[in-house]
Structures are given as structure tokens and as C-alpha cells.
């Protein structure tokens, strides 16, 4: 991030450099996870910035993280996609993996639908899009540690997964002829998956799926007042053995596979908000 600039004035320097590319506010904002990133790809009359040009962008590293904020109306509202986010195992602080929903924020977002790939742990299947109602935050870590004194520091987690936005998501996966679970995830900061002894644990803990992002996210979302969504792409069962083991490469390879699924759900709830 640029030296000597205090977070607000990092935030407005990329919010100057967004708008100078697009001239709408978006209303929304999505974020495109592991699995999910080629939702984004089919968007032809898009605007899209990668993030390297964006002032304080982290860049991904990960595959199925493109590293392009895409803007869009297929779906109806103005909507800003973050393709790929960063990840606290690349390197990078919670500072700068949250950075670019401040960005949104700034920039006139007011709901945040946010998607990753997880593990499941009990009560689910590979396969399976769930929806995130609660989390447990295990990456011993918190985006709002040293933030400065003017900014929200006490957030209110109860409900930071939006009710409204929740009964939205189930009444869209009704009318297509799906049930959404409502989950607990866990989060834990990686890169490695879980053992026999870690799942286990984690199970007693509550939690129905673990992933290694999102819930920083989701904590600097509640803070700027944004109503959240969270929806997560189960693509493999944590904790247990298999041939070959689980690799980054079937994951991706379940997104692809749940895509248009994926795809018919963004598009229903997204164009009610």
C-alpha cells in the first residue's frame, strides 16, 4: 500500500481511480471466491480493472483468482465484482485483503454478497451451495485490530449475516427448485487443509463448513454498515481421507462443474437488491 497515507486516504485514492474508470455507483457488491471466479468471465460489455492498476489493491496469486474488479448490469443494479480476492496465506495482512471492500464501500455499495469455496465438516455434501448464517473466526486474527480511534472498532456480530438477505437467497432457491442449508463456517488461515484431529475439533466447535477467507471480510463489511451475504460452494469433505487428497485443482474443477447453478442464484438475488 503507498506509503505515509493514512487508510482513508488510501480508500479515496482508489475510489478516485475506480470512478475516473466507471461512471455509475454501484448499489452492490460481490465477491467472487475460489470456485467461483468464472461466473465473471462471461461478462463481454463489462468494464474491468485489474487490480494491479487500482492504487492499494493486494494482488492474487491463487488460480481461479483473476484479480479484476469487473462492473456490470447483466444482472440489473450496477454491480461491483471483485474477481479472486487476496488471502492471509499469501502474505498478505488483514489490512490489505479487506482493503478493497472499503473501496466498495466508499464508493456507494450498500449490500455485499460474498461467495467461497469450503470444506464440509457434517451435515453436507459435495456439491452443495449453502448459505453462511454464522461464523467462527479462527485465524487468530482480526481486520480491526489498530485501526484509528475515528473508525468503528466495537461491531455488533449478532446477525452479520443480513436476515433479510438471507430469507431473500432461500425464497430465490425455492422458486429454483433448491434448499439452502443455513451454516455456521468456520475460518482458518491455511494454506494447509484440515487433519482427522482438526476437523474433529471444529465439528465439536459448531461449525457445519471451514474455509481459509471471508469472515475478515465480512467483519470490515459489518463495520462500514454493510448488509451482508454470504454463500459458500462445498467442493470437498474436511478431515477425511481420499485418493489423491484434496488439491486447489478440484475445487476449481467443482466451481466449473456448479457453475451455471451458481450463476442462476447471483443472478435471482442480485437483481432484487
Not at 461466473?39 to 492498476?53: F, G, H
Not at 487476496?86 to 479487506?98: I, K, N, P
Request: with cysteine.
Amino acid at each position: 500500500m503507498p506509503a505515509g497515507l493514512s487508510m482513508k486516504e488510501r480508500v479515496e485514492e482508489a475510489v478516485r481511480t475506480v470512478r475516473g474508470r466507471c461512471a455509475g455507483t454501484p448499489a452492490v457488491g460481490l465477491v467472487l471466491g475460489s470456485g467461483w471466479g468464472s461466473i465473471a468471465e462471461r461478462r463481454r460489455t463489462a468494464t474491468i480493472i485489474p487490480y494491479a492498476e487500482i492504487p492499494g489493491f493486494p494482488r492474487c496469486s491463487v488460480e481461479g483468482h483473476a484479480g479484476d474488479l469487473v462492473i456490470d448490469t447483466a444482472w440489473g443494479p450496477l454491480t461491483a465484482i471483485l474477481q479472486g480476492r487476496a488471502h492471509r496465506y499469501e502474505g498478505w495482512s488483514l489490512e490489505e485483503v479487506t482493503f478493497p471492500v472499503r473501496v466498495l464501500a466508499a464508493w456507494g455499495v450498500k449490500s455485499l454478497v460474498i461467495t467461497n469455496a469450503s470444506g464440509g465438516l457434517q451435515g453436507v455434501e459435495p456439491g452443495e451451495v449453502v448459505l453462511i448464517a454464522d461464523h467462527l473466526n479462527l485465524m487468530g486474527d482480526n481486520p480491526l485490530i489498530g485501526i484509528g480511534a475515528s473508525e468503528q472498532r466495537f461491531v455488533e456480530m449478532v446477525d452479520a449475516y443480513d436476515p433479510g438477505l438471507l430469507q431473500l437467497a432461500e425464497e430465490v432457491a425455492r422458486k429454483n427448485g433448491l434448499f439452502l442449508k443455513r451454516v455456521t463456517l468456520v475460518a482458518v488461515t491455511g494454506p494447509t487443509y484440515e487433519t482427522l484431529a482438526e476437523a474433529q475439533m471444529l465439528r465439536v466447535l459448531g461449525a457445519q463448513v471451514v474455509c481459509m477467507s471471508t469472515v475478515p471480510e465480512v467483519i470490515v463489511a459489518r463495520s462500514l454498515g454493510l448488509r451482508v451475504l454470504g454463500l459458500s460452494l462445498v467442493t470437498n469433505m474436511a478431515g477425511r481421507p481420499g485418493p489423491g487428497g484434496k488439491t486447489h485443482e478440484a475445487v476449481v474443477a467443482m466451481g466449473l462443474q456448479q457453475a451455471p447453478l451458481m450463476e442462476r442464484l447471483l443472478r435471482d438475488i442480485i437483481s432484487r437488491l
